[in-house]
């Protein structure tokens, strides 16, 4: 059982950053794949990055894709997503999530752990 903590949202003006953060309990937690994924009010939710086990893998969606960075630090459980000129189309809810597999995997369906999210405003 893995449990996903979020932190790090906030209101910022387009153009500004942020960091997200998503601290992880378990030992197994290095194992795991992590995804970001962010969803508004009537949508689905949306696919940001994912990271593999080691760190040396990642992929990004074509959105954030020169934006946005994930990384992680499994001495520390957590995993990282740096925001970068936010925009306020980047508004929503952030969740991370982790996947058995160990991989990088952008399908929301692969993932069986889930944080409870973290909003993020950017405005105009």
């Known amino acids: 059982q893995v449990q996903l903590v979020e932190s790090g949202g906030g209101l910022v003006q387009a153009g500004e950053s942020l960091r997200l953060s998503c601290a992880a309990s378990?030992?197994?937690?290095?194992?795991?794949?992590v995804g970001w994924f962010r969803q508004t009010p009537g949508k689905e939710r949306e696919f940001v990055a994912t990271?593999?086990?080691?760190?040396?893998?990642?992929y990004y969606s074509n959105s954030v894709k020169g934006r946005f960075t994930i990384s992680r630090d499994n001495a520390k459980n957590t995993v990282y997503l740096q925001m970068s000129s936010l925009k306020p189309e980047d508004t929503a809810v952030y969740y991370c999530a982790a996947n058995l597999a160990g991989s990088v995997y952008y399908s929301p369906s692969g993932y069986v752990y889930w944080g409870q999210g973290t909003q993020v405003n950017v405005s105009s």
């Open positions: 378990g030992r197994t937690f290095s194992s795991y794949g």
């Open positions: 990271i593999n086990r080691s760190g040396g893998s990642t």
